[in-house]
Each structure stands twice: as structure tokens, then as C-alpha cells.
């Protein structure tokens, strides 16, 4: 017996893999065939041996439980999702004018806020962010850029087009993840890397790298840069560890950096302080700095922002650039990429109700049954009302508490998310939602990773693809199908 | 280099040192008691003992028979020195240091440290002992073999051969402890040919035999074997070439000019011994005073490089 896939059938949702039972889509058809000439055995001896490797290369997530946090085994599924070279192009394209609009938005933000002034963007929700630093107002981080690193979240709809979901512009992660889901599907499916026209991912790192020099005030050929994790217990802590490891620089916690007199940042080091000028950090902005932010918090370093905003070091995201990462600020992203480029935007916006204007309200309330609510500063898939999939009391809760802080509300209809085929227990064939983070570095340049981290809910219907919830990854093939 | 990762390097180091030597330690005692002539009484306790595990055994086990004292000190979650805890502590100061060491370290700790928790229940009984102890080891070794193939001897390298010499000069003196010990233990039944037994254990669980038969040229007997682990210059698991070992790392490393003081102290403690008279409550005491001076040494180390400056 092998894979079904003449009845492996997706009903009217759009499958990445095929266009009707039975007919791989192009990008997939090398795939599809392949998967089709293993039998039962082999299928099963491949998802092993990814689960074998997974452990060997000891990549986990961490699960916060009342036991203590426990290191899960990354799920993932062997059947990677593929998308033509051509399309993704476009994508590409739609990214990087994204990223310019939102970073020429937080810089004004900060200094001039142009924007409000002309009525485009209005200043309530401004006042009201929870994420606009007051402290940041004023600096100027080179090249204008605040969000180096944004990660996006792309869905796609019944018949296939992208929408923008959400961009992750403070601490995003999963790059790691998807670099890691490369090297698990290479060993697992060897075969096919030889065949097929498959766009490696595998540059991220020394991009990442570049980009973080390009930033940095001391112009050295070799200048210090670190990444600032929080320490074993963060749920990226792997990911934090992998990317320092695979740039080469040093991995630090607060503790291993102290600021100077002269405003400058330091690691200690077994010879003394050694100066340290670009920190990709990974600590949420209220942990930056104790002298200015909490100052409960231990896993910062004081003086910190003084450092920063003197222009010594250069902090990747910018504190304050999370203004952007918003889901009230995010409906005005097509707005921002008329006023700030003059460009119409490439890649759409979902449909997106705002709580806060009364009408938009009104309109939310009555449908609740049909409409994904969300709380504006969430992450994680945390602190959501799925309409459709939620009881009569979960609404009338939501209901009530959106009457409570309109502001800190957004709605969007329940979209009809893509699927793929995805191996579920008994070897069988069943499709899975999922969606898909590229990741966009900005410095001097740009930089839109080929593909990105394809997330899928692996429980049957669930559209929740986060990790810590259920859900697990593939890897995400962009296969140029007009290579000889 | 990070002040904070030179200390878990150190750290990994040592404790993987330490699980070496603890499967070492296990299985050869396996074997010792296996030998033994019938009537002579040597107890699996000792372990716990010269471990100096005394009281954190006792928090848990009433009976000190081999079942709880192998239990103890391979398996117990409870027991921080226990091996699996051991494995554990390289794998988490190895995951917040993966940025020094290539990943098929890493990938080897994991192996190891699976092989470990899967197998252990193997280790504590009796039947499949032997292959338990001897995959740690050849685990051990092989992220060792790692490790020396892909590092360069730059400063994690120096951290690296402090801790693992510390760690094993340390388990030396407690090997030779147990080897004193044993035979104190025994002396009013003393048979003919006990001390050859017991020294060529202590010999064989530092996988030293080859080599202490090569340098001494005689049968085993505990001064020559005593002086032998003390103080040959080659082999590598003698006090004397740990020490050494230790020297030239120290040496290597920025301002370890406050620190030849203290290398000096430790070579300075020297015990002749000429005859099966000097093993006994002097010997001891002597090793504990090696013991103690390696303590100090790992002070000095940490407050020159690991203390936040």
C-alpha cells in the first residue's frame, strides 16, 4: 500500500499540493509522484527517521505548565509545502514594499508624525498603543530603520491569494525553525533535492549577520555583535542559541553586559570588558533596561536605552518599533503605503473590523458567530474568540469585553485558511490548515527569506497553528518550476 | 570569550568527566566483587563513600545493599551526582554554550544523554550492567573524540581541559581512596593475594593496566601502583599529568599570572610511599589533602575567570 492520493480530497479550501484529487499542482508534481512510489513502509521508516533526527539535533520548543517548563520535540510533518518561484517572487516583492511603509511609519512616528498631522492615521490610536515607547521619541537608529527583523504571517484564502495576517515587528520568531526543517527534510527526502529545483533557505544566517553590522556606529571590519536572549527558560531560547551559533557571535544575557561611563556597552569577558556595538535582542522592550523601563526587571542591562539613544550601540528591533506591530495599527498598513511611497500596496490586507469606531462595532457584535475576534497586542494565538468554533457563553464574554476596551479589540472574518496534505496517525493522508512567516531583514538593504516557516494546525479542522498550541511545521519548498 | 560561558564549558567538562568515571567506577566494582575470594566482605557502600555521598544517600535509602548504592548512583533523580543527572548537567550547560562547539557535540550529547535515560533501568540491574556502563563510556569518548577533532585550542579549549583534569585528577585520588579503603577494611582476613586483586581493579577502572605494566615492569602491587597514579608523567589519568595538564591551560589564558602561586602549591604536597605500610590512614589523608587543594585550585579558577567583573 502507498499514499492515497486519488482520494485524498480538500473539498472546496485551497490545497498548496494539488489542484484536484489525484493532480499535483506544478511546483508539487515532482513531490507528489515521488511520495506516491513509497509504499506504507517507507513512508513510516522516513517519519521516523525525521523524529529520530529532531531529537538528535535536539531541537525543541518550551511548553510553560504548572509542572515547570518541559522542552517538547519540535512536531513537524514530512511533507513539505511547495510554492512556485514565480508566485513567491511576487510575494517578495509585496514584503519589502511592506517593511519600507512600516518603517518610514514608526521613524515618523517618533519624530514628526507627518502622518497624523495629515488626518491618514488618526491620533486616538496612537494615544492609545500600547506599544508606542515615549521614551524612544527623538532617536534616530541609522538608515531611518526601526523593525530590522519582521516576520510575517501570510494566509491564503479558498482560491489562493495571499493576505497579510499580521506583522510580527518586536521579537518574532521561527526562523530557526524553518532553517532546521530544511536540514530534518533533507536527510529525510534526499532524493528529491537531487531532482528538483528546490531554492535553498540556507543564507539567512549570514544575511542576518550582514545586516546586523551594517548597523553598527563603530565602522569595523569586524565589530561586536551579540544576541541577547533572556535566558534557558524563553520558548525561543533554541532559536536564540542556534542563530548565535550559526553567525558566530556571542550569545548573552543581561548579566554578561554592563554600560559603561562613556555610554558605551561591554561584555565581561576572561580578559576584562570587551565593547560591544550591535545587540540583536530578543528581550521584550519593557525588559531592556531597569533604568527606564521595569525596573523589577533582571533581565535587562541599565543603562541600556542611555547607550542606545547616544548612539554606542545599535538595538535590533529598535525600542518602540512594536508601535507598528499593532492589529488596530495594522489595518492602516494600505493607507501608510500610499502616503509614505505613493505605491498601491502588492500584497493585501485581511478584511479587518475596528472595534474602536462605533459603527465597524456594531457591526462585530452582531456577528460575532461568524468573525475571528482578537485582542490588539496579543501574540501567540493567545486571548482569541474563534466565532464559529466558540460556545454561545464564549461570545457573549467576548461581547462584553469589547463593549469594556473597544480599542483593544479587532475583528476579522473567519477565512477559508489553505491546506495541505499532512500524514496523521495510520499513515494516512488528510489536509491541515496552515500558514506561512517569511522573515524580512532591513539595514541599508533588504532581505525576504526564499519561503519562510509553514506553520499547520495538526488538529483536524483547527485553524490555531501556534506551537504551543497544537500546532507543528513543514518544510516550505520554493521551487522554480521554469529550471532546466 | 563570555565570563559566563567559560564557566559552562568548565562545567560540561567536568561533569562529563564525571559520568565517564562514574560508569568506570561502577562497572569495575562490578567486576572487583565478582573476584573476590569467598568470606572477604567488601561493601558497594565504599561507593557512596568515597563519593562523598554519605548523607545525600541517606535522605533516601535505608539498606546499603548493591541495589540501592547501583540505583543511587547511576539513576536516582533525586541524587544530584547521579549519572543521568550528570548527563543532564552537560546537556544544559552544552545547549547555553552551542554557539562554541560544532553541532555533532551536540548531536553526540543528545545521543548520549537518550541512551542514558532510555537504558538505565539496564544499569541497575545486574544481567545487562556491563553493556549499560560500557555505552556511557563509548559515549563519553566518542563526544570527547568530538569535541578534540572540531575545537579550536583557543580559550573554550583551555576551559575544557581545566575542567576535565580537575574532574579526573579528583576521581583518581577517590579511586585510589577506594583501593585503600577495601583493603583497611579487610586487613584482618588479609589473604595472600587481595592486594593484587584490589590494585589491578583500581588499575583496570582507570584503564591503566596496559600502561602501568609498560612503565613499572613489575606484577601489581599497591606502592608501585599507588606511585604509578600518582606520579607518572604519560599517562593521562595520574595525578601528576592532570596537574601538568591544568598548568599549561592556566598558562594560556589572559591574566593567569595570579594564579602560578597557586599551581605551585599544589605540586608542592608530595607523599613518598616505598611500602604496603605507607597505604594505609597516612595515605588517606593525603588524598584528601590532594582532594582539598584541587578544591582550592577550582576557587581560583572561578574568581579570575568566571566572577562578574
Known amino acids: ?484 | 570569550m563570555l565570563s559566563s560561558v567559560a564557566e559552562r564549558i568548565y562545567w560540561a567538562a567536568r561533569y562529563l568527566e564525571r559520568a565517564e568515571n562514574t560508569a568506570r567506577l561502577v562497572s569495575v566494582y562490578d567486576s572487583l566483587l565478582l573476584d573476590l575470594p569467598r568470606g572477604i566482605d567488601i561493601s558497594w557502600y565504599n561507593l557512596v563513600e568515597l563519593n562523598s555521598a554519605t548523607e545525600a544517600f541517606a535522605e533516601h535509602y535505608r539498606v546499603r545493599d548493591e541495589r540501592n548504592v547501583v540505583k543511587f548512583l547511576l539513576a536516582d533523580a533525586d541524587h544530584a551526582g547521579a549519572l543521568v543527572n550528570s548527563l543532564r548537567m552537560v546537556r544544559e550547560n552544552l545547549r547555553t554554550t552551542r554557539d562554541v562547539f560544532a553541532p555533532e557535540v551536540w548531536e553526540f550529547v543528545n545521543d548520549l544523554f537518550y541512551f542514558a535515560t532510555d537504558n538505565v533501568a539496564q544499569g541497575t540491574g545486574r544481567k545487562l550492567r556491563h553493556q549499560f556502563t560500557g555505552g556511557i563510556i563509548r559515549g563519553c569518548e566518542q563526544v570527547n573524540g568530538q569535541i578534540a577533532a572540531t575545537t579550536s585550542r583557543d580559550a573554550p579549549w583551555q576551559f575544557i581541559q581545566l575542567g576535565r583534569h580537575l574532574e579526573r585528577a579528583d576521581m583518581t585520588t577517590r579511586i585510589l581512596d577506594a583501593g585503600a579503603v577495601a583493603l583497611l577494611q579487610s586487613a584482618e582476613r588479609a589473604q595472600v593475594n587481595l592486594g593484587q586483586i584490589v590494585w589491578g581493579h583500581v588499575l583496570r577502572s582507570l584503564s591503566a593496566e596496559l600502561a602501568y605494566r609498560r612503565a613499572v615492569r613489575v606484577r601489581v602491587a599497591g606502592p608501585e601502583v599507588a606511585n604509578f597514579l600518582l606520579n607518572d608523567p604519560y599517562f593521562p589519568r595520574t595525578i601528576r599529568f592532570c596537574r601538568e595538564q591544568v598548568a599549561s591551560a592556566i598558562r594560556l589564558l589572559p591574566g593567569s599570572e595570579s594564579m602560578l602561586g597557586a599551581l605551585e602549591e599544589v605540586a608542592a604536597v608530595y607523599y613518598p610511599i616505598a611500602s604496603i605500610e605507607d597505604l594505609g590512614q597516612a595515605f588517606r589523608d593525603y588524598l584528601n589533602e590532594i582532594q582539598i587543594r584541587i578544591g582550592t585550585m577550582h576557587e581560583r579558577i572561578r574568581d579570575a575567570w568566571f566572577a562578574q567583573r
Open chain 1, 1 to 484: 500500500m502507498a499514499l492515497d492520493w486519488k482520494h485524498y480530497d480538500s473539498g472546496a479550501l485551497f490545497d498548496e499540493l494539488i489542484s484536484s484529487p489525484g493532480n499535483a499542482r506544478a511546483p508539487a508534481r515532482r513531490l507528489v509522484a515521488y511520495l506516491a512510489s513509497l509504499n506504507d513502509a517507507e513512508i513510516e521508516s522516513r517519519r521516523r527517521m525525521a523524529e529520530a533526527t529532531i531529537r538528535q539535533m535536539g531541537v525543541t520548543f518550551t511548553v510553560y505548565s504548572e509542572e515547570g517548563n518541559i522542552d517538547r520535540a519540535w512536531p513537524f510533518d514530512i511533507i513539505p509545502r511547495t510554492i512556485a518561484a514565480r508566485q513567491w517572487r511576487e510575494v517578495e516583492a509585496g514584503l519589502k514594499q511592506r517593511l519600507r511603509a512600516l518603517n518610514r511609519f514608526i521613524d515618523d512616528i517618533y519624530h514628526d508624525q507627518r502622518i497624523i498631522a495629515d488626518g491618514v492615521f488618526p491620533a486616538e490610536v496612537l494615544a492609545q498603543s500600547k506599544n508606542f515607547r515615549p521614551e524612544c521619541v527623538g532617536a534616530s537608529p541609522p538608515f531611518g530603520v526601526w523593525a530590522h527583523i519582521c516576520g510575517t504571517d501570510l494566509v491564503r484564502d479558498e482560491r489562493g491569494r495571499f493576505f497579510v495576517l499580521e506583522d510580527n515587528l518586536r521579537v518574532p520568531s521561527g526562523v530557526a525553525y524553518m532553517l532546521e526543517n530544511r536540514a530534518i527534510t533533507k536527510r529525510v527526502l534526499p532524493e528529491l533535492f537531487e531532482s528538483d529545483a528546490i531554492l535553498p533557505v540556507s543564507d539567512y544566517p549570514a544575511r542576518l549577520f550582514d545586516m546586523l553590522a551594517a548597523l553598527s556606529p563603530r565602522k569595523l571590519s569586524n565589530p561586536g555583535i551579540v544576541v541577547l536572549t533572556p535566558g534557558i527558560y524563553n520558548s525561543a531560547y533554541f532559536e536564540h542559541a542556534y542563530l548565535a551559533q550559526q553567525m558566530g557571535v556571542e550569545l548573552v544575557e543581561g548579566r554578561d553586559l554592563v554600560v559603561g561611563d562613556d555610554d558605551c556597552v561591554y561584555m565581561r569577558t576572561i580578559a576584562g570588558r570587551e565593547r560591544v556595538d550591535v545587540i540583536y535582542r530578543r528581550i521584550d522592550d519593557l525588559f531592556l533596561d531597569p533604568e527606564v523601563f521595569n525596573p523589577e526587571s533582571t533581565l535587562g542591562v541599565p543603562g541600556l536605552m542611555r547607550a542606545w539613544r547616544a548612539g554606542q550601540v545599535a538595538l535590533a528591533n529598535a525600542p518602540g518599533a512594536g508601535v507598528a506591530d499593532d492589529k488596530v495599527v495594522y489595518a492602516y498598513v494600505p493607507q501608510m503605503i500610499e502616503y509614505y511611497l505613493g505605491e498601491k500596496p502588492l500584497l493585501a490586507n485581511v478584511e479587518t473590523f475596528l472595534c474602536a469606531d462605533p459603527a465597524q462595532r456594531a457591526y462585530v457584535l452582531d456577528h460575532l458567530d461568524e468573525l475571528v475576534v482578537k485582542p490588539a497586542n496579543e501574540s501567540g494565538g493567545y486571548g482569541m474568540l474563534v466565532g464559529p468554533h466558540a460556545t454561545r457563553k464564549e461570545r457573549a464574554e467576548f461581547a462584553r469585553r469589547i463593549q469594556a476596551d473597544p480599542r483593544n479589540y479587532i475583528a476579522q472574518p473567519t477565512l477559508k485558511l489553505s491546506v495541505a496534505p499532512t500524514l496523521v496517525d495510520g499513515g494516512r493522508l488528510e489536509p491541515r490548515h496552515l500558514d506561512l512567516r517569511p522573515f524580512v531583514l532591513q539595514a541599508e538593504d533588504m532581505y525576504v527569506t526564499t519561503g519562510g516557516l509553514t506553520r499547520v494546525a495538526l488538529r483536524k479542522g483547527s485553524l490555531v497553528v501556534n506551537s504551543s498550541q497544537g500546532g507543528g511545521s513543514k518544510d516550505t519548498w520554493i521551487v522554480d518550476t521554469d529550471a532546466k
